[in-house]
């Protein structure tokens, strides 16, 4: 089996959470795009839901697939919202943002009353930072805030090389909200919420890809069928299905 296929048992798995009527967040990222593309197949043949895009992207592909969508201004509270992630560790904290989209994923991730993660073993990590740390910036000032990232960051014990991403076309990636993104290298994540409060302080910085305190519940793909962890006061539990 495929790393593609463990991403859509998870897809299809989450499908399972989904209930009619529901107010959905949908997520951006392969597996996450892999959900949209089956949520529109249930949408034709019935199912009835209204649902937010967190980035253009899966604004487009869900508008393609016949899903009905809304916004935040219009439907400002929701169900849930199924989302992939980057990592994710054993106590359900994530990184996100490989895609570009860490500001509206965690907008309309803690606007709803559930985040499911969908993802495959691979993203499943024990300590979180093996991936790059996505830190979205605005333009203005971005050298300062870069240096004050790196500044802060260090504060909080965490040192590495911190790049502007550039895009396919060679230029500066520019999010859905206008803005910059340093990928910062750091390394194994110690301390993922002293880092997390650092970087709130720097004025230029819109927003990181620390995930903390925001799934309730993940289900990964892997060769060994899916595994649905609940987050539960601090503990998690786990269970094969």
Do not use: W
Request: glycine share 12%; charged share 25%.
């Amino acid at each position: 089996m495929s790393v593609d296929s463990f991403k859509l048992a998870a897809a299809r798995r989450a499908l399972g959470f989904v209930e009619p009527k529901m107010r959905l967040g949908l997520g951006t990222g392969s597996t996450a795009s892999l959900f949209v593309e089956l949520l529109g197949e249930e949408v034709r043949k019935g199912l009835s839901v209204l649902c937010v895009p967190t980035s253009e992207d899966t604004r487009l592909k869900a508008a393609k697939f016949g899903i009905p969508l809304t916004t935040l201004d219009e439907t400002p509270l929701l169900d849930l919202t199924i989302d992939g992630a980057d990592e994710l560790d054993g106590e359900l904290r994530l990184i996100k943002g490989g895609g570009g989209a860490l500001l509206r994923e965690k907008i309309v991730a803690t606007a709803s009353d559930r985040m499911i993660v969908i993802t495959d073993v691979s993203k499943r990590v024990d300590k979180l930072g093996a991936f790059p740390l996505p830190v979205e910036v605005v333009r203005f000032g971005v050298t300062a805030t870069r240096n004050m990232i790196e500044m802060l960051a260090a504060d909080a014990g965490c040192h590495g090389e911190i790049k502007l991403r550039i895009g396919r076309d060679g230029e500066p990636f520019v999010t859905d909200g206008g803005n910059y993104i340093f990928d910062c290298a750091f390394g194994r994540l110690d301390d993922p919420e002293s880092l997390d409060e650092a970087l709130k302080f720097i004025p230029g910085v819109v927003e990181n890809g620390l995930f903390l305190g925001i799934a309730d519940a993940a289900i990964i793909g892997g060769p060994e069928g899916v595994s649905v962890i609940e987050a539960s006061y601090g503990e998690n539990q786990e269970e094969a299905v």
